[in-house]
Every structure is written in C-alpha cells, then in structure tokens.
C-alpha cells in the first residue's frame, strides 16, 4: 500500500492514524503538527515556519530528527498551542526545509546567506545540499507560490554555485501549506466515478486555463479555473466526449506568465515543469486561500462526474520543474528548489560519475524512478490524485521512464521488471477491465528523446499508449501521397485497432489511443492548413522554441474549402476506427494557432479556446456533435476485441470484411500496393447487438472520383447514407440525424466517391 494509502479516504491533509504519511499533517483533533520528509544523506535538517507566503523571515524553526531504522526519515512536531504561543501564527502554516550534507556539512558559525561549513556544490556521491536555499516539501498538499513570478524573477536566488551558493531563498521561496485536519473532506466529495470500460470513452485533451480564460458566459473572475472549468461539464457532455484529459493540473511554473510579451519563450503554458506532484495549481484557483485550490478541484471533479464524464490529468513524472545544469556553469551551478536539496541521486538518475544528471527526456535530467524511495513519491502521488482528489485515470508524459530499471550512468526500458515504477502503477492501482467497474485508466505518451525510449506497443497489460503510428499513418496518407508510402493494409491495420502493436501480448484494441492531432503539434485545422511551422511569429501567436519539422502536414493547394474536407476525413478516421479516439480543445471548431506547431509558452487569447464561432465554425461543430453521436449510438464501432475476418482464403463472413472499389476482398498484392488509395469495409452489426445490421465505411484517399460497389446490406434491408465528407455534401446536415439517412442503395449498387473523402452507410 503507498504510504499515503492509509489516510486517502480522511479529510485532504489529515494524517493517517497507523502509518503517517510524510509531509505535513495535523492529528485528527488539530492540536499536533508533524513534519516527515525524507533524505538519505543529510547530516542536518530544519524545517522552518512562516505565517506568510513571502516576503518575510521564519517566525521559528524546529531542528527534525532522523527516526530510528528508517532508510533516511527525519521528522518533528509542534502543538497548535506551541505555534501560537511560541511562534506567533495564529493561522496557517507556511514551511519549507534547510539540508545540510557531506558536501556542505554543518557549521555552528553558519548564518544564512554565509558559506560557513562548505566544502564543494557537488561532491563524488552527487549530493547538492545547500542550506541557503528553502526547499520545498515533496509531499506537500498545496504549494503557496511558484519560484518565479511576477515582481521576482531573479532565477539565481534558487541557485547554486560560486555565483549564487550565498544567496538565501528563504522569504521568496515557494512553501509547504499546512491544510487543517478540519479543511474537511466535507465538501459534497468528488461524486459518482464513472465505470464506463475506456473502449467507450472519447477522450477530450485540453488546458484547462485555456478552456475559459476567453469565455464570455463564464464569470471574468472564474474563467481559467477549476470553477470557470467545472461549469462547462454540462457543455462538453452536450458535445458528446465523455472522458477530459486535462494538460498538467499539478504545480508547475506559470506565476511569471505574460508579464512580459517580449519575453514570452520563457513563460509556461502547458505546465510540463512539475514542482510539486500532489499540490493542484494554485494559479487555477478562482478561491487561492490555503485549502482553496483542493476544495475547488474536487468540487469540479464532482460537476465532471455528475455531468457523466471522466476526468483524466496528464502528469509528468519524468523529470522536474527544477531542470538541469546551468549552461555558463553545468558542473556546479544548478537551481535547488526542492528534490536536489534534500536527495539529489535519490530523485535524479544520475551520470556514472554521480556529476551531471541523465537526460532521456531533453529538459532538465530524468526523474530517478527506479529507486524506491522516488518511486514511493509518484505512486503516493498518483493514489492521493485518484482517491482524494477523485481522478478517473492518468496520462504520463514521456512515459518510458517510469519503466527504467537504472538509476545511474543509463537507460534501459523494461515493461516487465517488477522493481519499475511501471510496474507497481499497476500492481498497487489496478487497471480499470475491458468491461469497466473500478479501476483506473492509464495512459503512456510511449516514447520520450533519448535512446532506448521509443516503446509504443510495448507497454505492459493494463496500459493504453498514444498510438503514433495510427497519427502518422493516416497523416502520410492524406498529405504526403507521392512522396511517401502507405500501402492498403498498413492502413487497415490502423483502422482495425492497430493489432500488431495490441494484440500480441494480450492487450485489447482499446489500448490504442487514436489521434490525428494533439496539444503537441498543429491543430486540426492547421494540419490542413499549413505546409510548415510558423513559431517565430510575434506575439500573440510567437515566438516560441522548438517544434518538430516533420508534420506530414500540407495546406492542400492552398484552398479554404479543401482544408475542411481533409479535417472532415481526419475526424471521420477517429470515430470510425477501433481504438479509443481522443480529440483535442477546439478542434470542434477548428481551432487555429496560425501554423504554430509548439505554442508551450502562449498564454493568451491566441492560444485559448474561441467561444465566438463563425458560420463555418458552427457548421463544424455540428459536423462533430453527430460524428460523435455516431459512434457513441454504435457499439460496432467500439469492439472489445480485435475483429474477425474471413479465413486466409477470403472464405465465409466476419465481423468485419474488406473490400475494393469493386467490391471484391483485397488479394495480397492490393493489400501491399502503395499505389492503391482506396479501402472499405463492412462491419456485422448484429455481432455487438448494434441499432444497425451493418456499417460500411468507404475512403478514397486518391484525388480523382471513385465508384465503390456496396457489398450485402443483408436479406431486406438496403444501405442508406450517414455521412459523405466530400465537398459536395459540406453543410450543416452533413452527418445525417438518425431516421433521416438518405437511400444509398443495395446489393451492387455503385457509390461514387469523390477524391479525398470519406462516407459511412448504414443497413437497415
């Protein structure tokens, strides 16, 4: 059980009862305060208290002591009496912690911001103690601020190094926030968890900041926050998505953000720059007083779980928001925030010479996930998110590194070593089945920067991956034809739910998250729209750094009305692919960031979702409502295993066939030909006791017209039409209502489909 198992039922911040949990917690009465933090090699700790967030010095400070046959636990308590009596805080409680270690032991002669006891910034063992650097507590359940923010932007005060090793952070740090044992789990909790199987989910990815910060309907002092967010359940439900995937939720960097447009590449939207794994982001909080963040959190998870949906948070386990080496100093001069005070190669997979950190993931060093004590902190972690917080399920960024099985000086991946943080994910928070009921949906981004990192199709039962080779397959095919390759059955395969990454270790279609696009990379429209990125434009829409060039992106000539057709066939592949589709904010209405592929930093209305809609906007959105309508209204669409075909000689019938455009089933030198553009098929409704005996979906990848003979609507019944993508049909009825489906015709019938489209057909 994870440490903080016990109490994850009690009231956020109350201690459990038989096994404390580290951090900071009041008893159940509130009259005993006790710290627990962990470090293995500290010679010395302190944990010093504040009445305010910041700009003043400690009221006091308790000296911790190493409990007795622990692997490196120091602890101390305080009365409430003592606290207000002694110290003089009357209310809450600030606090953060000072180290001392074998490369900077103590001096009785040290006084803060002095040099008393050093000896090295590092030393042989990579141990980066600094005294005069406050350090925040991992397990903290709020955090008060970030390092940075408006009015203190000077990064050396959190730094080591002869530059910065003098400078004491204390009165500007970031601090602990001690939430009272009476700061209730009596809020109305987090409601009713949706039980639903994943495989019939679909997944919306937004920020959740930009989901309002530009709404009108939304009151101005709740948009960008937990409230502004849970208001619009009611909404996305309408839409038709039922689970949320929300870009990072934890603390992370973003206090400074937009104080300065002309600085802007060193803000932090997205949030992939953790400081803190357990605190829900201050800065979301319309109610930002001490225990605000969390109230307001759960109240939107409640209004999220009422309105039906699952709420599912992208988290970052794989390094933090402290980075790494300094570029003018990268031996000695690092920022120490936290994790690299207290146990730098306890947090950090170091280099073999213990002097430089590791880095598989290109910002800052990885997180040592392979040691039990950092592995404790993200399985802790993730518990308190799912049962006091009430999170559904969790995409991990960069995921590969929670399966490293090295500490220090490599990387090497494994799904099946059972010492991997990988691993007890799972062991101690089972996967939700295939058939739903309890359980947690766990999502791996399955690869990451460095070698040995690349692991789609590799992760362990239980796991879903972003499947992004379902995103380049059908990118190549729509934008790059003749100039790459895409054969017939590479693209079945795709649409089939992707069995060669799935099927061969017993994982189900499911575990294949489809997306054509997400918050990394273009927007949908964008994808359609643009040949190349454009991240060096000026504010609001740039300047950003980085940003992939390889987008298998095109503007298709050039022409507005071709660009939607080709996001109209880019949404039809998800709702119509087995696998569980995921969407991204805004692409309901084809949402722009003008060609900028990696807008990490834009936190303004360039980047924030639109609410305004224009005509063609709203034509789309109706276009995705019924698409989604659709699939949800056709369990055929959403198999729980891989569909069976006809035999190896194309024999009998299954639940799903392919075809040609004539009709016939494919022969293995159409299935490897990529000259060939153009794949149907037909799934047996009355296999998932679907509304409709059959579904047969066309595509013609190609730019000329083709004619698709329609195979058996089955005895009596005739095909009739869903949807056509192509040009001609474009308007708001575009995806016919149910009961208003146009004829298409039977058995031999010819369906002409125009170039670059897609339409569905149904048996009745």
Not at 344 to 371: A, C, H, I
Not at 624 to 638: G, I, N, Q, V, Y
């Amino acid at each position: 059980m994870p440490a903080d198992g016990p109490s994850a039922q009690a009231a956020p911040g109350a201690a459990a009862a038989q096994d404390p949990a580290l951090g900071a917690h009041f008893d159940a009465a509130g009259e005993q305060l006790t710290f627990r933090v962990h470090s293995s090699a500290a010679t010395r700790m302190l944990v010093a208290l504040y009445d305010k967030a910041a700009g003043a010095e400690e009221k006091g400070s308790l000296l911790l002591k190493r409990e007795s046959g622990s692997d490196g636990t120091w602890t101390a308590s305080v009365s409430a009496g003592e606290l207000r009596e002694k110290y003089g805080i009357d209310g809450t409680v600030y606090y953060g912690y000072r180290a001392w270690g074998p490369n900077w032991p103590y001096d009785e002669g040290w006084t803060k911001g002095s040099e008393a006891g050093f000896v090295s910034d590092v030393d042989e063992d990579g141990n980066r103690f600094n005294p005069n650097k406050l350090l925040l507590d991992p397990y903290a359940r709020e955090v008060s601020h970030d390092p940075l923010r408006k009015g203190m932007t000077d990064k050396g005060l959190y730094a080591s190094g002869p530059a910065h090793r003098t400078e004491d952070s204390g009165a500007q740090a970031p601090k602990g926030v001690v939430l009272p044992a009476t700061d209730s789990g009596d809020d109305g909790g987090t409601g009713e968890k949706p039980s639903r199987p994943f495989k019939d989910d679909i997944v919306y990815e937004v920020h959740l900041r930009g989901l309002t910060k530009n709404d009108p309907d939304v009151p101005a002092d709740e948009r960008g926050t937990y409230k502004g967010a849970a208001a619009k359940a009611e909404e996305l439900a309408q839409l038709g998505v039922t689970a949320v995937e929300f870009l990072p939720l934890q603390e992370s960097q973003n206090d400074a953000n937009d104080a300065d447009p002309e600085s802007s590449t060193d803000d932090n939207y997205w949030g992939y720059v953790t400081d803190n794994f357990f605190a829900p982001d201050r800065r979301y909080a319309a109610d930002d007083s001490p225990g605000g963040p969390t109230r307001e959190f759960r109240a939107m998870v409640r209004a999220y779980h009422d309105a039906g949906l699952k709420v599912i948070a992208d988290v970052v386990y794989n390094h933090t928001g402290e980075g790494g080496p300094w570029k003018e100093d990268d031996k000695n001069t690092y920022s120490v925030h936290s994790y690299r005070g207290l146990d730098n190669p306890t947090y950090y997979s170091l280099s073999e010479d213990r002097q430089k950190p590791v880095d598989n993931t290109g910002v800052g060093g990885n997180f040592n996930t392979y040691n039990p004590v950092a592995q404790n902190l993200v399985v802790d972690s993730l518990a308190y998110w799912k049962d006091t917080l009430g999170v559904d399920g969790f995409r991990h960024d960069l995921a590969p590194v929670l399966g490293n099985t090295c500490e220090h000086g490599c990387f090497k991946y494994s799904a099946t070593d059972p010492k991997t943080a990988l691993h007890r994910i799972t062991e101690e928070m089972p996967a939700r089945g295939p058939d739903g009921g309890e359980g947690t949906d766990w999502i791996a981004e399955p690869w990451a920067l460095g070698d040995g990192t690349y692991q789609i199709g590799n992760f362990p039962a239980g796991w879903s991956e972003w499947n992004g080779k379902y995103r380049d397959t059908l990118r190549t095919d729509q934008n790059k034809l003749g100039v790459e390759e895409v054969t017939p059955k590479q693209l079945a395969t795709r649409f089939a739910g992707s069995s060669d990454l799935y099927g061969d270790d017993g994982r189900r279609p499911f575990n294949s998250v489809n997306f054509m696009v997400a918050h990394d990379g273009f927007t949908q429209r964008d994808l359609y729209a643009c040949n190349e990125k454009k991240n060096d434009q000026a504010w609001p829409y740039g300047p950003s750094e980085g940003g992939s060039d390889d987008n298998l992106s095109w503007d298709q000539g050039g022409a507005a009305g071709a660009q939607r057709q080709a996001a109209r066939n880019g949404f039809a592949f998800l709702m119509l692919s087995a696998g569980t589709p995921m969407m991204t904010g805004g692409d309901e209405t084809l949402r722009s960031t003008r060609c900028n592929n990696n807008p990490y930093n834009l936190d303004n209305a360039a980047n924030w979702l639109g609410h305004e809609p224009d005509a063609e906007q709203r034509t789309f959105r109706t276009y995705t409502e019924r698409l989604l309508a659709f699939r949800t209204a056709h369990p055929a669409l959403r198999p729980a295993d891989f569909y069976s075909a006809k035999d190896g000689n194309g024999n009998g019938m299954g639940q799903l066939d392919w075809f040609t455009p004539s009709g016939a089933a494919p022969d293995e030198a159409y299935w490897n030909d990529a000259s060939r553009h153009a794949l149907a098929w037909r799934i047996d409704g009355t296999e998932f006791d679907d509304p409709a005996d059959g579904l047969y979906v066309a595509y013609n990848g190609s730019a000329d017209a083709e004619d698709f003979t329609l195979p058996s609507p089955g005895e009596g019944r005739k095909w009739y039409r869903v949807t056509d993508t192509g040009a001609a049909s474009e308007g708001a009825d575009q995806v016919a209502e149910p009961g208003a489906e146009p004829e298409a015709g039977g058995e031999g019938t010819a369906y002409e489909l125009g170039g670059r489209s897609a339409a569905v057909l149904i048996a009745k």
